[in-house]
C-alpha cells in the first residue's frame, strides 16, 4: 500500500472506532496514519537523494 492510501484507510478506520466507540479500531486507524505519514516522507527522502545525486552526476561530466 502506499502512504497515502494508508492514510486514507486509517482515516476511515478511525472515524468508525470514534462512532462505534471502539479504542481499538480507533487506535489501529491512528496507526495506519501514521504508517501512512512514514511511508510518504521515506519515498519524499528518496527522490530528493536521486535528485542530488542526478545533479552531481551532472556536475561530473567532462567540460570541453
Same mark, same amino acid.
Given at each position: 500500500?502506499? $502512504?497515502?492510501s494508508?492514510?486514507? %484507510?486509517g482515516?476511515? &478506520?478511525? =472515524? #468508525?472506532g470514534?462512532m ?8 489501529? $486507524?491512528?496507526?495506519d496514519?501514521? %504508517?501512512?505519514?512514514? &511511508?510518504? =516522507? #521515506? ?21 570541453r
Open positions: 500500500m502506499t $502512504g497515502t494508508d492514510k486514507v %484507510k482515516s476511515i &478506520k478511525e =472515524a #468508525a470514534k462505534t466507540g471502539d479504542r481499538r479500531t480507533e487506535a489501529e $486507524g491512528k496507526t496514519q501514521a %504508517k501512512g505519514e512514514v &511511508k510518504n =516522507a #521515506a519515498r519524499d527522502v528518496k527522490e530528493t537523494a536521486k535528485g542530488v545525486r542526478d545533479s552531481l552526476k551532472d556536475d561530473d561530466a567532462p567540460r
